[in-house]
């Protein structure tokens, strides 16, 4: 599966994006999607994850109760809603894909990725 992501940009802190993520090339209801980040100077980090059917979702600490993943599965696309943006938000956010065997079932690993898109920067001034 081929993925794009995309809707990131500069912003203040405090302001929202709203990131997406278009799936092509295989059925996208067969896999569970995943964001990741990795910001200048650190490791990429876990920030949210979804079951094939929004059956559940995740979300890291560090962003929970400010984020939001969500997917379309009739329209090929996951979203992450970002809300009250802080500067360590600042990173290349990255969509990923995992085969899902069930409906229950999430990667929050980058060792169960199987496709990675390409990065969208999000930079948070403050």
């Known amino acids: 599966v081929q993925l794009q992501a995309s809707g990131g940009g500069l912003v203040q802190a405090g302001d929202s994006l709203r990131l997406s993520c278009a799936a092509s090339?295989?059925?996208?209801?067969?896999?569970?999607m995943t964001w990741f980040r990795q910001g200048p100077g650190k490791a990429r980090e876990f920030v949210a994850a979804?079951?094939?059917?929004?059956?559940?979702?995740y979300h890291a600490a560090s962003v929970r109760g400010r984020f939001t993943i969500s997917r379309d599965n009739a329209k090929n696309l996951v979203y992450l809603q970002m809300n009250s943006l802080k500067p360590e938000d600042t990173a290349m956010y990255y969509c990923?894909?995992?085969?899902?065997?069930?409906?229950?079932?999430?990667?929050?690993?980058?060792?169960?990725?199987?496709?990675w898109g390409q990065g969208t920067l999000v930079t948070v001034s403050s």
């Open positions: 090339g295989d059925t996208f209801s067969r896999y569970a």
């Open positions: 979804i079951t094939r059917t929004s059956f559940n979702r």
């Open positions: 990923a894909a995992a085969r899902a065997g069930t409906s229950s079932y999430v990667c929050s690993d980058s060792g169960c990725i199987e496709y």
